[in-house]
Structure formats: structure tokens, C-alpha cells
């Protein structure tokens, strides 16, 4: 009986020692199977360069094409700089007489407080092509640039709308209607006074003068008697009366640039103009209110030297449209004397006004002797 026990256990013995010889050949084989597939990796990584470097110049040609593209669009875009927008017609003349400054004059663009400098001939520089000094008093030239160029003159005209208006004494207080016809067609401007829009014909003279309110002063021409053509044949009659020989008027607002002046022209029309009280006073208001469509809207001053304690001023007015530049001309008063200042021409948002401060501060350094020795009276 003890030898079938013994005989079981010798059969397990030996069947577990089998089995544990059958598992090592399996692991040895996993082994091998792991050895034999490094080589395959190897291969694999081996051919991935030769992929890689095929991808390579079709990369390269890629990207040289993109690199192509840009390059094309860019010298598109650098094309298209140098040629710049489409050349515009301008009437403006050059400033051949400042050709010698025109550098340091350059620098005074967008300046509203560059400070005083003078050129060789002790003359100070100005960014206006065009000027006219003038003592209105005394009639002596205190400065003078291209007097006698004739310019287009922007809203500088509506100083002679104003006295054609107030020559034919129509009553101010007649009610005036803006409509389709007062909507700028010729340059696209725009305006607050909306079709519709009544006013009386005061509050429509005070609006063209000092906020440059070209509906304004084309509603104050249709309402002439005969109509616009009339009222800009009294303008050319007022200013051959007037001696303006360089002057000619097409409008009643100075959106035509067929409108033109020269300086010396435009200081008779500033003195002309300091004759009337009502263009004094409205051209140097700082602002004004007015009901629109039942708002009150406030319209202010083209001309921001009538609000500086700094100066004086009898009489106002600026224009601007691109064949003009930048225009301002005014009866200001030094050392108690008149003196008509004509800027015209000029570049740059700040310098017509800042031309103005330096002839100010040039005269009062270079020519206060002449100023104080001018005969003492009153004036416009």
C-alpha cells in the first residue's frame, strides 16, 4: 500500500519537472523573438532617413513656393505705394519764393506751437505758401509772400456772402429752409443742418461764418432775390467795386474751387468786411446754439484763436477744401493797431493757426517800432 503512494509521487515529481522544462523553451522563444525584432526596428529606422529626406525637397519646394508668393504680394503692395492713389487735380500753386526754406518750413506741418524761426533775410518761416501782412491803418506791408498768386480761396468766400446778404437788407428774422438743393454734390461734404432744417436767416449768416456751414450759406444764396445766379453776380460786382481785379466767385460757399483770391485781394476783403458789426461779431463768436429737428445743437468756432485771451480778433474766417490747403485770414489788433493777417496754403491740421502766432511773435520782436509808431485812432 505504501508503494502505490511513492509511486504517485515519484509520477508527480516527474510530471512537474516536465512541465517546468516545456515553459523554457517558451520563454527562450519569447526571448528570441524579441532578439529577432531588434533588427527589424533597425531596418525600419534605417529606411525612415530615406523617407525623410525624400519628404525634404518637396518641402523645400513647398515652402519656396509660399516664400514666392509672398514675395510677389509684397512687391504688389510696394508697387502699389510707390504709384499712391490716383493724381488729383489741384489748383494749388507752389511756393517758388519759399524754395529756399522750404525744409525748415516742412517741419512745421501738424505744429500748433513750433517756435519763431527765422530765415536769412530775418524773415520768419512759415508753412503757408502765401501770405499777406498788411497795417490796415497805415497801409504799410509788413510781410508778404506770393501777394499776388491767384489761389483758390475755400470758405474765404463766405466773408463776401455775408455782405451781399447784409448789402440787399433783407430781414433777418425771415424764416430759411434747407433742402435738396443746399446738399454739397461737388465734393460729398457733410453737414448737422438736416434737409428740413428752418432757421432764421441770421442764425444761417452766424453759422456760415464762424462754423464754415456750407448749407448755410448756400440756403442764404437761394433765398436772394433771383436765386443763386443773382447772389453770385452781386459777389463778382461787390468785388470789382471793391477793387478785387484777382477775385472771381462761382459759389456761395467755396466748395468750387473756381472760387479764387490772391492775398492782397483778401486783406481789402477783410478790411471791407470789418465794416459791417454783425460779420465782426458773428465771425468771432465762440459758439452758438440752434434748434434742429427740436434739439438744440451747438455749433462752435472754425477758428480756435477767438477763444485765446492772447489775441484780439475784429474779424474771422478759415477755409479749407484740398485745392486751397488750409486758408485763415483775420483783423486782429497789436499795440492797438489794425493788422490784416492773409494765410493761405498751408499743410497740416494746426498750421495756418500756428503761422499766425509766429507773424505775431515776429512782430512784436522785429517790428514793434513800426506798430507803436503808427498814428494812434480808432478802426474797425
Known amino acids: 500500500m505504501k508503494v502505490r503512494p511513492l509511486i504517485a509521487a515519484i509520477a508527480a515529481m516527474f510530471a512537474l519537472q516536465s512541465g ?37 525637397p518637396a ?6 513656393a509660399k516664400s514666392a508668393t509672398r514675395g510677389a504680394k509684397a512687391a504688389s503692395r510696394a508697387s502699389a505705394r510707390a504709384k499712391g492713389p490716383a493724381m488729383r487735380v489741384s489748383l494749388r500753386k507752389p511756393a517758388v519764393a519759399a524754395a529756399a526754406i522750404a525744409a525748415p518750413a516742412a517741419a512745421l506741418a501738424d505744429e500748433p506751437d513750433t517756435p519763431l524761426a527765422l530765415d536769412g533775410s530775418g524773415m520768419p518761416v512759415l508753412g503757408s505758401s502765401a501770405f499777406y501782412v498788411i497795417n490796415q ?36 428774422s425771415e424764416p430759411i429752409v434747407i433742402n435738396e438743393a443746399d446738399i454739397d454734390q461737388l465734393k460729398g461734404t457733410g453737414s448737422r443742418l438736416a434737409l428740413g432744417t428752418t432757421l432764421s436767416r441770421e442764425e444761417m449768416l452766424q453759422l456760415a461764418l464762424m462754423s464754415s456751414e456750407n448749407r448755410a450759406a448756400s440756403s442764404l444764396a437761394r433765398h436772394y432775390p433771383g ?58 463768436a465762440h459758439e452758438r446754439y440752434v434748434p434742429v429737428h427740436g434739439r438744440m445743437l ?49 499743410y497740416g491740421r494746426y498750421t495756418r493757426t500756428a503761422d499766425a ?8 520782436q522785429t517790428a514793434i517800432q513800426r506798430l507803436a509808431a503808427a498814428p494812434q485812432g480808432a478802426g474797425g
Not at 23 to 38: H, M, Q
Not at 236 to 264: C, E, I, M, Q, Y
Open 298 to 346: 451747438r455749433f462752435g468756432n472754425t477758428n480756435s484763436l477767438v477763444r485765446s485771451p492772447e489775441w484780439t480778433i475784429s474779424v474771422s474766417k478759415t477755409g479749407y477744401i484740398s485745392e486751397a490747403g488750409r486758408c485763415l485770414v483775420m483783423q486782429t489788433w497789436l499795440h492797438q493797431q489794425p493788422v490784416v493777417m492773409v494765410l493761405m496754403d498751408s
Open 59 to 64: 518641402q523645400k519646394k513647398a515652402v519656396a
Open 227 to 284: 436765386g443763386e445766379e443773382a447772389f453770385v453776380e452781386a459777389m463778382n460786382v461787390k468785388a470789382r467795386l471793391l477793387g478785387l481785379w484777382n477775385t472771381r466767385f462761382h459759389d456761395s460757399t467755396g466748395l468750387n474751387p473756381a472760387n479764387v483770391s490772391s492775398p492782397r485781394d483778401l486783406a481789402k476783403l477783410v478790411a471791407a468786411s470789418a465794416s459791417y458789426p454783425l460779420i465782426r461779431e458773428f465771425s468771432t
Open 137 to 172: 491803418r497805415t497801409g504799410e506791408v509788413l510781410l508778404e509772400r506770393n501777394a499776388t498768386e491767384v489761389l483758390p480761396i475755400a470758405s474765404i468766400t463766405k466773408l463776401m456772402t455775408a455782405m451781399v446778404v447784409l448789402d440787399a437788407g433783407l430781414g433777418l
Open 20 to 56: 517546468l522544462v516545456t515553459a523554457a523553451p517558451k520563454a527562450s522563444g519569447k526571448a528570441a523573438t524579441s532578439k529577432v525584432a531588434k533588427p527589424a526596428v533597425k531596418k525600419a529606422a534605417a529606411k525612415a532617413p530615406v523617407r525623410k529626406a525624400a519628404a525634404k
Open 357 to 364: 502766432k509766429r507773424v505775431r511773435k515776429w512782430l512784436e
